[in-house]
Nanobody, 115 residues
Framework: QVQLVESGGDLVQPGGSLRLSCAASGFTFSTYTMSWYRQAPGKERELVATIRPVGSNTNYADSVKGRFTISRDNAKNTLYLQMNSLKPDDTAVYYC????????WGQGTQVTVSS
């Protein structure tokens, strides 16, 4: 059974940091390009960052470039998103998924940036 379980979201002040995790199971995680997405209230889901199966080939949305870092541990079937210098506009539910041929979405993890 394919499963994506996101965690690590929290309430944080502007300028703060969070590290999100995504535990993947039920598919060959290490062979797929993976991405983080987010959906803010009243807005469509958007792509945040992408990482290739092996190595450090990554891409970021302009809005997070220089602040967020995507990484993965293929031995642990886990995807990460290190978020620094957080802004109120980063408030959203964050999801992980494949970059192509999306799987069923997990429950996501709520990130709220507010003072």
């Amino acid at each position: 059974q394919v499963q994506l379980v996101e965690s690590g979201g929290d309430l944080v002040q502007p300028g703060g940091s969070l590290r999100l995790s995504c535990a993947a199971s039920g598919f060959t995680f290490s062979t797929y390009t993976m991405s983080w997405y987010r959906q803010a209230p009243g807005k469509e889901r958007e792509l945040v960052a992408t990482i290739r199966p092996v190595g450090s080939n990554t891409n970021y949305a302009d809005s997070v470039k220089g602040r967020f870092t995507i990484s993965r541990d293929n031995a642990k079937n886990t995807l990460y998103l290190q978020m620094n210098s957080l802004k109120p506009d980063d408030t959203a539910v964050y999801y992980c998924n494949k970059a192509l041929n999306l799987l069923s979405w997990g429950q996501g993890t709520q990130v709220t940036v507010s003072s």
